[in-house]
Structures are given as C-alpha cells and as structure tokens.
C-alpha cells in the first residue's frame, strides 16, 4: 500500500483509529461497480454524449498513473478505484464497454470484476438525457444480465450463484436525478420525484439481488448543492440549500430501501456510506483534514468543465473538488477510508471492510 500521507493519518485518528488498517485481510471476490461519474472509469468514453460528460482528456488523469486522462472524473483514482484497492489492494475492474469486444480475454476478465458506471446517468432512465446519456442504472443491470449469463455459462449456475453472492456489489448515483429534477423540473410536486427515485432504485436493487446479489455497498449523495457550479447559483456564494435538501432525501429514501430489502431478501447485506454526513464535516472542518480549498475548483471554473487550456492548481491534495462537480484523488482517497473503516455515524449497518468480510 502507498506510503500515507500526514493528513491522511490525522483523518484516520479522528474517524477510524490507526489499528484499523494494519492487519486486515484482502478481499478476494469480484466488485461490480454501477453508477455514475464518481464511479465511472472510462465508460463514456465509447459512448456519443456530450463533451460535459467526458473526461478523457487532460487535465484529466494528470495524476494517475503516466498522466494517462483514462475518463476518469479526477486527477487520478476515483472512488471505485480507492475502495477497490483498500479491500484488495488490486486496480478496480476496468469499464464493460472496454472488455465486451475483446471477446478473447473477456470471459477471463469478467470473472475478476466488471465497471458499468457511466457519468451523468442516474436511477431514473430519463436522467442525463440533455447530456445525451442512455446509460441509466436500469441500463447497466441489463449489461450485468450479459455478464450473468456469460460467467454462467463457463462456470454452471452452482458456482456463479456462489461466487456472486461473495461479490461486492458497488452502487454510487443518484446526484444526477436530483440535478436533472432541480433542472429541468423543478415546477413538478417534489413528492412525485422522490417516489419515483424510492420505487424505482428499489426495484434495481431487488433486481441485482434476483441475479444473485448479496453485499452492496451504497454511497449516498454527496452535498451537491456545495460543489463549485451549483454554488454559482446562491448570491451570496454558499452552498444551494435546495439541492441539498434533496440530497438528505435522497439518503432517507435509501436507507428506508435498504432496510426494507435487508427485512424481504434473505441474505441480502449492505453497507450505507453516508457521503453527505462525510463531506459536510470535512467542509466544516477542512485544515483537519489537510485540505486548504473546498469551494473552488482546482481546474477549470465554477462556469467551465477541466480541460488542458484552463487554469490548473498545483497543490491538488489541499483542494476538495477537482472540477467543476468531482472530487479530487486526495478527497476520494477519504471518502473511501471512512467508507472502509468508520464507525455507524457514517456508514450503517457496518462500514465496507466487516461488510465484504476483511475486517479484524
Ligand atoms: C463492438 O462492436 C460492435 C460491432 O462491430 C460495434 O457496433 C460496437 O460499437 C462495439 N462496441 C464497443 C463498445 O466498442
Ligand atoms: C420530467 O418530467 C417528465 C414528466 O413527469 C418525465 O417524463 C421526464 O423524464 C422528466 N425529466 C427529467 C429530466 O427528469
Ligand atoms: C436508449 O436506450 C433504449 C434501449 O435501452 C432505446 O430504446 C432508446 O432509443 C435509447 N435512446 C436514445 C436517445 O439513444
Ligand atoms: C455473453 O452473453 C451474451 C448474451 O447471452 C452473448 O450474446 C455473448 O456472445 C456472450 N459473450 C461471450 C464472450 O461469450
Ligand atoms: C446561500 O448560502 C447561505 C449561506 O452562505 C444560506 O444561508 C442561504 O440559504 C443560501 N441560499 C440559497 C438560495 O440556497
Ligand atoms: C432524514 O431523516 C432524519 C432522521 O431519520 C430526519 O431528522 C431528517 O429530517 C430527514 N431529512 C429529510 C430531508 O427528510
Ligand atoms: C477550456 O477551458 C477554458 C477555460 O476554462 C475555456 O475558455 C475553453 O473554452 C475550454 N475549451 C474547450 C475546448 O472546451
Ligand atoms: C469496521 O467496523 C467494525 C465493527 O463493525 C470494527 O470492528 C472495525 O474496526 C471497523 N474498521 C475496520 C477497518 O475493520
């Protein structure tokens, strides 16, 4: 594992403990990961949508591994990317769309882990729709319906049945849905949205669990109304309270979810990251955690999307977002220690690392 840094260990005293990571096991199961951008790694890039919903390109990527801008949302790993190597210490599953020609190597590599998150998609399939996405959750289940049958036909239903239920099953969406409502329908009633979202991210994740499904790991929505666009939208430059009311919905509607599936489905269990709890302490308290910037973005504008021409920070670890709405390397590196290691006031029923069964 990298060297940590100092920050790093501050955070860690504060919210996990520092015996927390030393002698854990390693998690062996496949993770297939569904969601959105904070999730994505490099899906978009086969796909025609609009260049807001793209990342690769620089600065993109110019902290991963040979500054390569793989589509990742971020200077360099990614949410997926963190947890992935906190549980197993290997790289997380690369993007369907990436393995489903090379029919070859496929079969091989599906058994390690599969990616289907796509930036600006969401649970409802009418979601990113301006932004030309056709990738919603619903979509994504059906690409994991093809590598459900794929893994069964080279391992029999017996054994897939098992190997999947040892799977973790890694969930991050839902910020798209609210913008896209807060968007484009903000005159609709709000109850209809929010029942809308319950019943059908319930039925996604029943679907998941019909498939053979039994660990999730759901991250909420994250404050959204505090990243740097919709920031621009309250004069005073604070956060947009709006957006944010329905991010803690949002968590309330899935928890309620998560608890009634984990009463219905025997064996179904899950781990609840609270990613709008974690953030908003680390806004409120952001020198505690070795971050100097979280209103601002470290490349591009509150008005304009990353790319190579625009302005570029050169301390990254001190600020939160990277862009315009995503968070940097450093904050995600964060973000999935406390989902790994944290007591219940951030992630419920368990954290990630007793969830996937490598905790000490
Ligand atoms: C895979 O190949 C098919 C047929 O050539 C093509 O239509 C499709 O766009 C390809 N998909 C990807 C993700 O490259
Ligand atoms: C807006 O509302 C209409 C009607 O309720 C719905 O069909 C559409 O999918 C919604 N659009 C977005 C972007 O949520
Ligand atoms: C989105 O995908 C569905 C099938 O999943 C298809 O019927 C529809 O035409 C697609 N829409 C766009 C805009 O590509
Ligand atoms: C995976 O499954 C789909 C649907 O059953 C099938 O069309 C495809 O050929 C399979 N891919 C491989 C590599 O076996
Ligand atoms: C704007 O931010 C301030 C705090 O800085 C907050 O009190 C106010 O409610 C916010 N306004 C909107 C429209 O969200
Ligand atoms: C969410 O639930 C908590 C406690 O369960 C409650 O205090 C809070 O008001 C709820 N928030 C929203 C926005 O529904
Ligand atoms: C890149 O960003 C700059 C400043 O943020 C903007 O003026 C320019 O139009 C962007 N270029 C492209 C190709 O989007
Ligand atoms: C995770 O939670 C369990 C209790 O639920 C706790 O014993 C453990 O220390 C926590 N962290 C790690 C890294 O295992």
């Given at each position: 594992m990298e060297a940590m840094r100092f920050s790093t260990w501050v955070f860690l005293f504060l919210?996990?403990?520092?015996?927390?990571?030393?002698?854990s096991k390693l998690f062996e199961a496949p993770v297939f990961v569904f969601g959105d951008?904070?999730?994505?790694?490099?899906?978009?890039?086969f796909l025609l949508v609009s260049q807001e919903i793209k990342a690769n390109f620089l600065y993109n990527g110019i902290d991963y591994p040979y500054s390569d801008?793989?589509?990742?949302?971020?200077n360099g790993y990614n949410i997926a990317d963190q947890i992935v190597r906190l549980l197993s210490n290997k790289r997380s599953p690369p993007a369907f769309l990436s393995l489903v020609n090379h029919t070859s190597s496929f079969k091989r590599k599906i058994l390690q882990g599969v990616n289907f998150a796509s930036g600006g998609s969401g649970i409802l399939d009418g979601t990113g729709g301006g932004y030309n996405n056709n990738m919603s959750l619903g979509k994504q289940i059906q690409q994991f319906v093809t590598v459900h049958s794929n893994i069964t036909e080279l391992r029999g239903p017996e054994e897939t049945a098992d190997m999947l239920s040892k799977s973790l099953f890694l969930i991050s969406v839902g910020s798209n849905d609210i913008l896209d409502y807060l968007h484009f329908n903000g005159s609709h009633s709000p109850p209809n949205f929010l029942t809308a979202i319950h019943s059908t991210y319930h039925d996604h994740l029943k679907s998941l669990y019909d498939l053979g499904a039994r660990k999730f790991g759901i991250i909420s929505v994250p404050p959204i109304g505090c990243c740097p666009l919709l920031r621009q939208y309250n004069f005073s430059g604070g956060c947009l309270e709006e957006a944010n009311e329905y991010a803690q919905s949002f968590y309330n509607a899935t928890e309620d979810i998560l608890k009634q599936l984990s009463l219905e489905l025997p064996g179904m269990t899950y781990s609840l990251g609270n990613l709008y709890e974690m953030t908003t302490i680390v806004i409120e308290d952001q020198y505690a955690f070795g971050?100097?910037?979280?209103?601002?973005?470290?490349?591009?504008s509150a008005l304009y999307q990353c790319n190579q021409t625009a302005s570029l920070c050169s301390n990254r670890d001190e600020y939160l977002f990277w862009d315009w709405v995503h968070p940097t390397q450093f904050a995600s590196r964060l973000v999935a220690l406390t989902l790994y290691g944290s007591s219940t006031r951030f992630v419920t029923p368990m954290n990630f690392s007793r969830l996937a069964g490598v905790d000490v």
């Open positions: 919210f996990v403990g520092p015996e927390a990571i030393e002698a951008s904070t999730v994505d790694v490099g899906t978009n890039n801008p793989t589509g990742r949302f971020s971050l100097k910037n979280t209103d601002t973005p470290c490349c591009g």
